[in-house]
C-alpha cells in the first residue's frame, strides 16, 4: 500500500506568514508525529497523536505551532507568523501503535525569507 | 531530563566492521530504535530492541543493556552504500508521555 505522504514537498515563504503542512498517513495507523530537522541536525520531537487520546503537545516550540488529527487520519502542521529560524525540513511519521516502528514521509522543506 | 548521545561522526573503511554507541537517560522505556539517514532522505528503520541483548538482522545487529542505558548498532561487511546518518531513537515511558526522542544521529563514511 501507499507510504505516508506530505504536501507540499518545497514551500518558500516570507517571515510573518502563516503557513499549513498536510500529512497523510499510512492507512489504518493509528499513530502520528510530527518532527523538524534542521540541516545536519537530528529530529526534534514535535507533536504525537495516538488513537483518540489526547496529543502529546510537549515538543512545540511556541505557541505560534500547532497541529490537528481530524478523523484519526490525516494531520495538519500549522505554523503562525513564520520566522526565519522555522526554516527546516518538517517530517511526518505514522505507526500502527505506538510501541511499533515509524514509517517516514519525504518531508516538507520550508524556507522562511 | 531526557538525553541521548551518539557520535557526531565516524569513518570505517569498505569490507570492514563497525560499532555505532547510543547512551541515553529518558523518562521510563519502552524500546530503542535505530533508523538510517541518507543525506536529503526520510529515515527507514533498521532495529528494535526492547529486552536486553543482540537481534540480528543479516549485515545489521543491534545490542541493548537496560541497566547501562547503553545500546549500539552493528554494522559488518561495510558498503559505500551504508555511508549515511544513523540515529538512536528511544520510546519513553508513561511519565514522558511514551513519545520517541531521536539522538542527533552518527554521520558514518565508508571509505574504498
Known amino acids: 500500500g501507499a507510504g505516508v505522504s506530505q504536501s507540499p514537498s518545497n514551500k518558500v515563504t516570507e517571515k510573518g506568514k502563516d503557513v499549513e503542512l498536510r500529512c497523510d498517513p499510512i492507512s489504518g495507523h493509528t499513530a502520528l508525529y510530527w518532527y523538524r530537522q534542521s540541516l545536519g541536525q537530528g529530529l526534534e520531537f514535535l507533536i504525537y497523536?495516538?488513537?483518540?487520546?489526547?496529543?502529546?503537545k510537549s515538543g512545540l516550540p511556541s505557541d505560534r505551532f500547532s497541529a490537528e488529527r481530524t478523523g484519526g487520519s490525516v494531520s495538519t502542521l500549522t505554523i503562525q507568523r513564520t520566522q526565519q529560524e522555522d526554516s527546516a525540513v518538517y517530517l511526518c511519521a505514522s505507526s500502527s501503535g505506538g510501541y511499533n516502528e515509524q514509517f517516514f514521509g519525504p518531508g516538507t522543506r520550508l524556507t522562511v525569507l | 531530563g531526557q538525553n541521548i548521545d551518539q557520535p557526531t561522526e565516524m569513518t570505517a573503511t569498505e569490507g570492514a566492521i563497525v560499532q555505532i554507541n547510543c547512551t541515553y537517560q529518558t523518562s521510563g522505556f519502552n524500546g530503542l530504535f535505530w533508523y538510517q539517514q541518507h543525506a536529503g532522505e526520510a529515515p527507514t528503520f533498521l532495529s528494535y530492541?526492547?529486552?536486553?541483548g543482540l537481534e540480528e538482522k543479516g549485515r545489521f545487529s543491534s545490542f541493548l543493556s537496560r541497566s547501562k542505558g547503553y545500546s549500539y548498532l552493528l554494522l559488518k561487511e561495510l558498503q559505500m552504500k551504508d555511508s549515511a546518518s544513523y540515529l538512536c531513537a528511544v520510546r519513553g515511558g508513561y511519565t514522558g508521555g511514551f513519545k520517541t526522542i531521536f539522538g542527533a544521529g552518527t554521520r558514518l563514511f565508508v571509505k574504498a
Open positions: 530492541n526492547v529486552l536486553d
Open positions: 497523536f495516538q488513537g483518540n487520546s489526547a496529543p502529546d
